[in-house]
């Protein structure tokens, strides 16, 4: 029988894709040293990062770069997510199997893929085009089905598909876009940076039709475009 790593229960293989045993070790290395000493701790969440491939979800040339404790660029002026990030954000919104997500600003996927472990049903829209067209080939090589993606400006959020359970934007807002509070279920939480330059990571819960708001942490984000100032 083929020796088994002891912590990971993953195929070698996702979809098209295939995973190699040195981007096992890294991935193991980086939930260590970047999530787990730092504080995260919900076991699922973990889970989802050992399953999550996420050198494919950079461009070639830093495939040895992927798991690095940073954000790396995808071109276009954006950047997948540092692993901590992506995983603190994750963990904040206390996710459940049976909740629809929507995340604003697809770009690499990474996050997307994160989410779509852990959910129902992932709605994730992009505003840049070429980011969108990559990120869903990826997600589908990948052979994740639970993921539905759209190119548009996310500050309007997905009507079709409302309310949302939990709502993630990746890009950094001057303040919470109305048609995302609006598509938030009673009881559903946001997370969102919300300012200019540094950011502070917001979450929103909806309490009696309302957001209540607390501030988490200070981040930086690319900033969150509009369709009259595209990438
Ligand atoms: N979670 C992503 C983060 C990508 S960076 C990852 O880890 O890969 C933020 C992304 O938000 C960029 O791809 C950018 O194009 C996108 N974005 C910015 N403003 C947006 C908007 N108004 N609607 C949708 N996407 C937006």
Redesign the pocket.
Known sequence: MAEQHPHVSINMSRGQLKDSVECLKQREEMIERQLIRRGIKDPKVLNAFHRVPRQF?VDPPLVSRAYEDQPLA?G?G????QPFI?AFMTEQLGLNAEDQVL??????????AILSELVKAVYS????ES?YVRARGRLNALGYQNVFLKC????HGWQEHAPFRCIIV??GAPSIPRALSDQLSEGGKLIIPIGEGDQDLVVGVKTRGVLVTKQVMRVR??????KSQP?
């Open positions: 979800f995808i276009f954006q950047t997948i997510s992506v995340e604003i600003g697809t770009g690499s996927g990474y996050q997307t829209v992009e505003i840049n980011l548009g400006d996310g500050s990746t890009a984000f690319v900033p969150f475009l509009s990438a």
